[in-house]
Structures are given as structure tokens and as C-alpha cells.
């Protein structure tokens, strides 16, 4: 099934540099992004996602593609290697457009193209953003809500629980590498329960740990809103979960892999 997307009403391929990094956890570090082409950039807040491009190893500078609609893909993967950038795609932690900046939070798991960028990434390195939209589409008679993500997915729904309504009454379960990534400092609305789980050494693959505390979970009865993002397992087995031991209608769960376990993202 595709995901439900909001897409953006217009958006264009968008050149930005690094202005900082920041370690935020352990196994977490933010990269800050700015520079005057962000105004292209319409903010909807929650977990609207980027693709977002930065250079291969060796290359002189970033070759964005020049269009903006869906065929840039295949505009990038027509460069050369020795032009073609990297793309990934990544949430918009926050925004502030007043100083023309943006974070994203990158969840650090190993020797991969993406994290050895941002660990590397230093102030006035070139990166790329194209607005992907978000999927973060409560409908308003839902009760109460289930929100669900590995590491890959933390910085999604700390976004999504700050531009959270005061009314919001969700259980949230948060899975990290270890227990020094647990955010102390979490905004969200009072009814919002964060349950966090660290895997600490666990051999368990990332979403495991996770899945097993929802399927036990006591969660409450009404109608409901199920937001559940990381890697494929833990969406897709949260999603069957719900529909065949709790009788959740599909139309109420939104579910998405954001990676797959032994697998590289495209591009
Ligand atoms: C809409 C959307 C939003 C996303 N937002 C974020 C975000 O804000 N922050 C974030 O950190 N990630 C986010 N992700 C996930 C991110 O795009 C993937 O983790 C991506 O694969 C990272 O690229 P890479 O170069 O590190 O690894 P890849 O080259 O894609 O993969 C290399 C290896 O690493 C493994 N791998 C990939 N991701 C992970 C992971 N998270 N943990 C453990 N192993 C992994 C793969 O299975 C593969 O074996 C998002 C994904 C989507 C679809």
C-alpha cells in the first residue's frame, strides 16, 4: 500500500550549506542547514521529510538536480558518478525562518553515507533539499492516538509532539540505541505518555524491542489514530498487530519503513 502523503503545494530543488553540528545524544548528532534559498521552503511542521542531497566522497562541490518535479531522480542517477550526489531521505526536525535555518537529526548507526556526512559535515559544506511532504495526517474525530518509531523515526515525533494541540492524548513508544539517547526534555501535551525503550546491548534487531512492549501494551478504547515509522519490521508488524489482534481498521493506521534492515536506501 502507499503511504498517504501530503504533498507540498510547490516546492523546488533548494541549495543550502552547513552552518553547525551539534552531538545531541550519543548516537545522535544535528546538522544545521541555511542560506537564503530556504524562503523557497513552506514549512507544514510534523514530520514533513526532504530528500535530501550532499556530496560523494572526492567531489569537488554538489550537483543538485535542476528540476523540480518527479523527474529528477532519474535526472540524478543520469549524472556521472564523478557529479551524481547522494540522496537520502530525512525529517525536518525544526525550522526557523527567521534565521533562515533548519535541523535535521541524523540517528548514527554505523559507517554508512549518511553518517559519515554528517559526522564530517563542517560549516559551509554544500547540501540539498527537496520538500517531500509529510504523512502525519490525524483525522479530527480520532480519540486518542499511537505514535511508534525506532531511532530513524525519534526525530519525527518529537517534531510531531511539538506542534502537537494541547489536546492530544497519545501513547507514544520511542526506541534508541541506549538509554543516555533518551530525550529529558521532551514538549509535549500532558495527555502524551512517552514510554522510551533502549536497547543498551540488546542483540535485538532496532524495532524488535519495540513491537513486543506494543503488542503488550494496555492501550485505550475509542476510536483511534496509529502513526508507526522506522525500520520495515517494526512498521509493518505494528500495523499487523493492530488489525489482527486488536481489530484496528486499516484506514486508521498509518504505517511507514523508513529503512530495511541489510538493505541501502536508493539513490
Ligand atoms: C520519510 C523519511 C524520513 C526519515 N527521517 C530520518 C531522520 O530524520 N533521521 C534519521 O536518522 N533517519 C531518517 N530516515 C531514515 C534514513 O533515510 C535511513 O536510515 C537511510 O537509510 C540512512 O542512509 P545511510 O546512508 O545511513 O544508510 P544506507 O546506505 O541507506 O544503508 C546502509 C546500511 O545501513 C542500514 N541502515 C539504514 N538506516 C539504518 C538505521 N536507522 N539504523 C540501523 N541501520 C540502518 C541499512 O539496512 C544498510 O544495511 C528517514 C526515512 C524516511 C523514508
Known amino acids: 500500500m502507499l503511504p498517504k502523503v501530503q504533498s507540498p503545494k510547490s516546492r523546488r530543488m533548494i541549495t543550502l550549506e552547513v552552518r553547525r553540528t551539534a552531538r545531541t545524544t550519543p ?9 537564503p534559498e530556504l524562503e523557497h521552503l513552506l514549512p507544514t511542521g510534523f514530520d514533513q521529510a526532504v530528500r535530501l542531497f550532499f556530496p560523494r566522497a572526492g567531489q569537488a562541490g554538489l550537483t543538485m538536480p535542476t528540476l523540480s518535479n ?108 541506549e538509554t543516555a539517547d533518551i530525550r529529558k526534555d521532551v514538549a509535549a501535551p500532558e495527555g502524551v505518555r512517552v514510554h522510551w525503550i ?29 502513526w508507526a515509522a522506522g525500520e520495515s519490521g517494526l512498521a509493518t508488524g505494528v500495523r499487523r498487530h493492530l488489525v489482527r489482534d486488536r481489530g484496528v481498521p486499516k484506514s486508521d493506521i498509518a504505517f511507514y519503513g523508513y529503512w530495511r534492515h541489510g538493505r541501502s536506501s536508493p539513490g
Not at 27 to 35: I, K, W
Open 70 to 177: 518527479e523527474a529528477w531522480m532519474a535526472q540524478v542517477l543520469l549524472l556521472p558518478k564523478a557529479r551524481r550526489p547522494w540522496v537520502r531521505n530525512y525529517t525536518i526536525r525544526r525550522v526557523r525562518p527567521e534565521l533562515g535555518e533548519l535541523d535535521i537529526e541524523f540517528a548514527l548507526h554505523g559507517d554508512t553515507v549518511a553518517c559519515a556526512w554528517a559526522l564530517g559535515a563542517r560549516p559551509g559544506d554544500p547540501a540539498g533539499v527537496f520538500d517531500m511532504g509529510l504523512t502525519y495526517l490525524p483525522p479530527p474525530d480520532a480519540e486518542r492516538q499511537l505514535l511508534v518509531a525506532d531511532e530513524s523515526a525519534v526525530p519525527a515525533v518529537l517534531a510531531i509532539l511539538e506542534d502537537a494541540p494541547a489536546s492530544l492524548a497519545a501513547e507514544v513508544f520511542l526506541e534508541v540505541p
Open 198 to 226: 533502549a536497547r543498551d546491548g540488546s542483540a535485538a534487531l532496532p524495532g524488535r524491542l519495540t513491537l513486543d512492549a506494543v503488542k503488550q501494551a494496555a492501550l485505550p478504547q475509542g476510536r483511534s489514530y496509529t
Open 27 to 35: 548516537n545522535f548528532t544535528t546538522v544545521t542547514l541555511a542560506g
